[in-house]
């Protein structure tokens, strides 16, 4: 939804549609037709709605049909809704079988992600309201240890550069403005902010890659810049960025610092157990499933150190019984900060968006919370429709505390 009748520089919240399984068109607009309207009722029934899509790489080939483009235009005219964002990171399964490290192939060095990506960039231009830019979150580059040379660097690099020329062009044809945001996460290429940052520094932004697109569209190397930084972004998943224990205000600074748009803000949040050991891992054991990597980041003793996946890290902790904190990439709502013995990382959500409301960080705004299916029962009291209205008015409450106190 548009957040401008709370202020003008708010941008736009939703939340990302891969909470709803399926891979085809069809599934995607059964999916919209289901929910939206009753999401949309209870949230903004008199003014546009927002929506944030996930599209697989099989929804993506269909919907570039004209039939299927008049559908979703039909549908959003009916509903009084609009696209802004869409989540092109999963390409294809994302729900019902195993994800785990597949959730990134094809990956950056891959063509067939530059293929996927345009196909969406394309289809978006045929919905985005006109002087509204969208944004498409991706991949952070490939899974970190698939990464292992630095040619895998550099062709990550030149498709991702192609990426941005192809949204020129489309901006040039059509007038409509598009950017990929990158979206760092734990035990990928790019993990951390400092990470992130150095690669766009050196690589996105780079002699090389200004150099390609300024022999790509016949520009100069300073108007090539400006359309790289322009069009490659990054998301700033919020549940991503905590469980690597990033300090939520200095690096948020410290992306503003270097230039870099930050293109959608993914709010989400994890896992939290300040006080793990042997004696109480058994709290962890319904959070284990075989569809999601629930990657775990642990502070023991003033190191980091990383595991992949949870049942990695529960092998590894063993019988120890001395106390560490454990963040856990596994989604829950954002709404819930109790968990019993253990919390979220909802506090890093609610720094991020009372800096939104003095001075925000993005135009795009989207709750993420796709593990809605293997969320442990207990957790799950509400409807999935309830669940994500709640998450929306948290969001938009916890805004409007940090404005009304700033006023």
Not at 199 to 204: C, I, M, P, T, V
Not at 280 to 294: A, S
Not at 311 to 317: D, G, M, R
Not at 374 to 392: D, F, G, K, Q, T
Request: net charge negative; hydrophobic share 40%; charged share 25%.
């Amino acid at each position: 939804m548009d957040l401008s009748a709370r202020s003008a520089a708010l941008g736009h919240l939703s939340y990302c549609s891969n909470i709803h399984a399926g891979e085809s068109w069809e599934d995607v607009l059964n999916n919209l037709r289901t929910h939206i309207p009753i999401i949309k009722s209870r949230l903004s029934p008199n003014h546009p709605f927002g929506l944030g899509l996930r599209l697989s790489a099989e929804a993506a080939q269909e919907l570039a049909k004209p039939s299927a483009i008049a559908d979703l235009r039909e549908f959003l005219n009916q509903e009084n809704c609009y696209v802004f964002t869409i989540n092109g990171f999963p390409h294809g399964t994302f729900h019902g079988e195993s994800v785990k490290e597949n959730v990134y192939l094809p990956d950056w060095k891959d063509a067939a992600r530059l293929e996927y990506s345009n196909t969406l960039a394309d289809a978006f231009a045929e919905f985005l309201p006109p002087n509204l830019t969208g944004s498409i979150s991706t991949v952070p580059g490939a899974f970190k240890s698939s990464v292992t040379c630095r040619e895998d660097v550099e062709k990550m690099t030149y498709y991702f550069v192609e990426q941005a020329a192809h949204l020129v062009d489309i901006e040039r044809r059509t007038g409509k403005q598009i950017v990929l945001a990158l979206e760092p996460e734990p035990c990928c290429f790019l993990e951390t902010v400092e990470e992130s940052i150095q690669y766009f520094n050196d690589y996105l932004y780079g002699d090389v890659a200004r150099a390609q697109m300024a022999d790509r569209l016949n520009v100069s190397s300073e108007i090539a810049e400006d359309l790289l930084r322009t069009h490659l972004t990054l998301c700033l998943d919020l549940c991503h960025a905590a469980v690597e224990f990033e300090s939520c205000h200095a690096c948020i600074d410290e992306i503003e610092r270097a230039g870099i748009t930050i293109g959608k803000l993914q709010i989400s949040a994890g896992l939290r157990l300040p006080n793990l050991s042997s004696k109480n891992k058994h709290l962890l054991t319904p959070f284990i499933d075989e569809v999601y990597l629930h990657q775990v980041i642990e502070k023991h003793q003033g190191k980091i150190n990383r595991y992949t996946d949870l049942p990695e890290a529960l092998a590894a902790l063993g019988d120890s019984t001395e106390e560490r904190e454990w963040r856990v990439h596994f989604h829950v709502p954002i709404f819930l900060d109790d968990l019993g013995e253990f919390s979220s990382t909802q506090f890093f959500v609610r720094e991020a968006l009372q800096r939104h409301a003095v001075k925000p960080i993005s135009q795009h705004l989207e709750v993420e919370t796709y593990t809605w299916d293997v969320l442990p029962e207990s957790y799950r009291s509400l409807s999935l429709n309830e669940a994500i209205v709640l998450e929306l008015e948290w969001v938009q409450d916890t805004i409007s505390e940090r404005k009304q106190k700033a006023a």
